[in-house]
T-cell receptor, first 117, second 111 residues
């Protein structure tokens, strides 16, 4: 299947700092990528849909000024958690859909575990 | 609002047992249902189902969809400790690409 990478895999930061997470599709071009957040023992919650060349679409309750998404190329989307606070500590996962594939499957990155002290 | 409900939320079995995981959904314009396995990191794709009554099979895992009853099951036979994971069910509508996930079933297979 298609490969999606995320970087970094783990980050620890101080409260008030900003953290950038990268999501890359390695062997296909993704016009759409998705950002999810997962708290311990909970399911994936969609935060936003990242669209190449246009603004991201945020889910209800997700602050777009706090979670900045940039999808500047067909293989890269970034999520920046601005002014991070301990409650932002979570597992952030991106996924991408291969538009050339026949199926609706989304391929997930390995995730980024963010810990805000 | 789309809704995906999985049951049970947690299941503990012994190696060799057979398990059935359930997923029910309420979606305005259903297109497909997907099953994922999540171990310590991100989910890995298992099956995608679009038509009722057609079983998808991969080794000891199989899944089937009932679009009339808005329901899918994932079966795992002869379970192994390596099957221990969270199994996630997600549905996709006809419009857009977003997936709505259920809460997942935490499966623990003891030796």
């Amino acid at each position: 299947g298609a490969v999606v990478s995320q970087h970094p895999s783990r980050v620890i930061c101080k409260s008030g700092t900003s953290v950038k997470i990268e999501c890359r599709s390695l062997d296909f071009q993704a016009t759409t990528m998705f950002w999810y957040r997962q708290f311990p023992k909970q399911s994936l919650m969609l935060m936003a849909t990242s669209n190449e060349g246009s603004k991201a679409t945020y889910e209800q309750g997700v602050e777009k000024d706090k979670f900045l998404i940039n999808h500047a190329s067909l293989t890269l989307s970034t999520l920046t958690v601005t002014s991070a606070h301990p409650e932002d500590s979570s597992f952030y996962i991106c996924s991408a859909r291969d538009p050339g594939a026949r199926t609706d499957t989304q391929y997930f990155g390995p995730g980024t575990r963010l810990t805000v002290l | 609002e789309d809704k995906v409900v999985q049951s049970p939320l947690s299941l503990v079995v012994h190696e060799g047992d057979t398990v059935t995981l359930n997923c029910s959904y309420e979606v305005t314009n259903f297109r497909s249902l997907l099953w994922y396995k999540q171990e310590k990191k991100a989910p890995t794709f298992l099956f995608m189902l679009t038509s009722s009554g057609i079983e998808k099979k991969s080794g000891r895992l199989s899944s089937i969809l009932d679009k009339k009853e808005l329901f899918s099951i994932l079966n795992i036979t002869a379970t192994q400790t390596g099957d221990s994971a969270v199994y996630l069910c997600a549905v996709k509508e006809t419009s857009g690409s977003r997936l709505t996930f259920g809460e997942g079933t935490q499966l623990t297979v003891n030796p």
